[in-house]
């Protein structure tokens, strides 16, 4: 990202480097500091195990499959941010997302690689917001996949198969822990 930016948005001059994470513009002062885009995705499990995977409407990676969920808008608070998500691109709201973790990815759009930090929740889902789900706003389709046939090689970013394998062993270390038990 750093090469695409050259000039200073305030006086046009041309733009030093420095320590690769700062845009300086010694004729003005501007600072930019090139910082992660703040992001939310979640992992909704139906009763029967499966997780809820939404199809991709537009670029980057159209046609892949993701996670709900998109970017935090500014003032907002990320529990917030899935909220507003999941209404946007399902038509349902969740009550009690908690957080997974946080994953570092990339997003290529428009000739610049964008690197998102994803703040990922999970949620168990219940029939009655099950039957209500709609794909809209950026998602073309909603389908629920069994962990075995998880569509790897389909997924859209490096952060959300992250985020899933975290989410399948911890899932996959309670249900042993409970076998020995």
């Not at 990320?78 to 570092?104: F, M």
């Amino acid at each position: 990202m750093i090469k695409k930016f050259k000039y200073c948005p305030n006086c046009k001059e041309k733009l030093k480097i420095i320590n690769k994470t700062i845009l300086d513009c010694s004729t003005c002062g501007f600072h930019f500091y090139l910082n992660p885009v703040p992001t939310v995705a979640i992992i909704l499990e139906n009763k029967n195990g499966e997780i809820l995977f939404t199809k991709r409407k537009f670029l980057p990676k159209q046609g892949f499959w993701d996670l709900p969920g998109g970017f935090i808008d500014f003032n907002e608070k990320a529990e917030n941010a899935i909220i507003r998500e999941v209404k946007e691109e399902l038509g349902i709201e969740i009550k009690n997302p908690k957080i997974l973790g946080t994953y570092i990815g990339s997003y290529p759009y428009k000739g610049i690689k964008y690197q998102p930090l994803c703040l990922v929740f999970f949620e168990k889902i219940i029939n009655k917001h099950i039957k209500k789900i709609q794909a809209s706003d950026d998602v073309v389709l909603c389908k629920f996949f069994p962990t075995s046939k998880i569509p790897w090689k389909k997924i859209a970013f490096s952060d959300i198969k992250f985020a899933l394998e975290d989410y399948l062993r911890v899932k996959n270390n309670q249900h042993s822990k409970k076998a020995n038990q």
